[in-house]
């Protein structure tokens, strides 16, 4: 569906929130290298920032749009990940593709990261740590505390014996994968991380590329 809102573009452009999911996307951006533009915004921008629905009709971040007349224009952020790291895999071959025998782990560890690891979180958000005076549903944000716990399980087992998720390398995986892990510090989550867990999280943001992406919108912080 193109946008007309949308103008020829020369780079990448990508739509931020400060530690949002658009996180996934600049992170990804620094760590192949490509030469991006970036809209910083507040929280949530569908509130934040006229005319973004326009723009993005979700009203979510991240928005993101490529291709020589804009053409491209995503909303999904691990989706962003995957396009992202085939496209300009020459920068940095952050990716495995099909021929290689790690591929159906790469994939899975891709979905896994927010339809399996964010989703319950997005509720402890919802009904914990933004939710309005008087109106917290405690019951609902621990029920998916518990169950974010009982989700990490399988990539506990896999960093006893890994330091990374595919291939013994880093790739988009540990980038998708990654942000879930430090959205959960934010939630104070990390609690329930294990050794082996808290150790990859220390890997990762310790990695330049993962400093400096999360510095961009720190001015705009929605939980200071
Ligand atoms: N499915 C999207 C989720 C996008 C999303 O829900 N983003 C949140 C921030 S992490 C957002 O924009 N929330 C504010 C809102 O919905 O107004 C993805 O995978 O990136």
């Not at 573009?9 to 992170?27: A, E, I, Q």
């Not at 980038?175 to 959960?184: R, T, Y």
Request: proline share 4%; net charge neutral; charged share 20%.
């Amino acid at each position: 569906m193109k946008n007309s809102l949308v103008t020829a573009k020369v780079k990448p452009k990508l739509w931020h929130c400060y530690n949002s999911r658009s996180l996934r996307v600049l992170w990804a951006l620094e760590e192949l290298g490509i030469d991006y533009d970036i809209e910083t915004m507040a929280f949530p921008p569908r509130y934040t920032v006229e005319k973004y629905k326009e723009l993005n009709s979700l009203g979510t971040v991240p928005f993101f749009v490529d291709g020589e007349n804009g053409e491209i224009q995503m909303t999904e952020s691990v989706a962003i990940c995957h396009y992202l790291g085939e496209k300009y895999h020459s920068k940095n071959n952050l990716i495995l593709s099909v021929v290689d025998s790690g591929y159906g782990d790469y994939l899975n560890w891709l979905y896994h990261s927010d339809a399996t690891l964010t989703f319950p979180q997005t509720l402890v958000l919802r009904y914990r740590a933004f939710a309005a005076k008087g109106c917290t549903q405690q019951q609902t944000a621990d029920d998916y505390d518990a169950w974010f716990v009982a989700r990490l399980t399988r990539l506990s087992e896999h960093l006893l014996h890994h330091d990374y998720l595919c291939a013994e390398r880093f790739t988009i995986a540990d980038i998708a994968i990654g942000f879930s892990l430090h959205l959960a510090t934010l939630l104070q989550l990390d609690r329930h991380f294990s050794p082996q867990i808290s150790a990859y999280l220390m890997r990762l943001k310790n990695r330049p590329k993962f400093q400096r992406a999360q510095a961009i919108g720190k001015e705009l912080d929605p939980f200071s």
